[in-house]
């Protein structure tokens, strides 16, 4: 099968598991997606979830990346979209001002009944290659070290990046796109302020989707 990528030929296994197709997602797909990622998140780290929120604001903003908006779907379902990644142009900025261009990772979403079956491993890496051909340095994102560290990503200060707050921790995690990609660069990771949600606006934007009820117990850490 060739790939959409100028002289590369990647292997089927790449794009299919199971009947899991791993696509570009398009515009008329934005409101299943979103669905999608609100039902992969709902009362996983808080009572709901705000990252169908996120996505549906990242989506407007300059720095979302198109051609990493990677969706799979279920061939035995209609083509059901069951999984989602996607990414943002971030910043490093340095002790003197200077700026570096950086990938932000996320929202990941998987449903909750595909999870586990080696979907998300596809999206991550069939998106890491498309990012590795557009040239892109590195990868940076907030997620759990268990997961991510098999696709090689580690801790941020490593290399000497920190959060916007000047911390650290272990979910806070960077990737080289190539060796010594990030030589040079360090200082502190700016992302999109749409990851910033109010309470107002998600209330707002949970009028639009179908009454879900909140586990009573916040978990967020």
């Not at 979103?34 to 009362?43: K, L």
């Not at 998300?120 to 590795?132: D, F, I, M, P």
């Not at 490593?158 to 040079?184: C, H, P, R, V, W």
Request: charged share 30%.
């Amino acid at each position: 099968m060739s790939s959409e990528f100028a002289g590369e030929t990647l292997s089927k296994k790449v794009f299919k598991v199971e009947n899991i197709t791993i696509r570009l997602e398009t515009k008329k797909d934005y409101r299943e997606t979103e669905n999608m990622v609100r039902e992969a998140f709902w009362d996983i780290y808080k009572p709901g979830c705000d990252e169908h929120l996120i996505l549906h604001k990242l989506r407007k903003v300059p720095e979302f990346i198109e051609e990493l908006d990677f969706v799979a779907c279920d061939a035995n379902e209609n083509n059901r979209i069951v999984g989602n990644i996607v990414y943002s142009g971030a910043k490093i900025i340095n002790s003197q001002d200077q700026e570096y261009t950086v990938l932000c990772l996320g929202p990941l979403s998987v449903l909750p009944r595909y999870q586990g079956r080696g979907i998300g491993s596809l999206l991550v890496n069939r998106s890491l290659q498309k990012a590795k051909f557009l040239d892109y340095k590195a990868v940076i994102l907030f997620g759990d070290p268990d997961y991510y560290h098999r696709f090689g990503f580690e801790n941020a200060k490593k290399y000497n990046i920190t959060t916007a707050q000047g911390e650290n921790s272990d979910a806070f995690m960077a990737l080289e796109l190539y060796d010594n990609s990030l030589d040079g660069i360090q200082g502190r990771f700016i992302e999109n302020p749409v990851f910033q949600v109010e309470s107002e606006e998600l209330e707002s934007f949970e009028k639009e989707f179908p009454d879900k009820e909140k586990d009573g117990t916040d978990t967020q850490k």
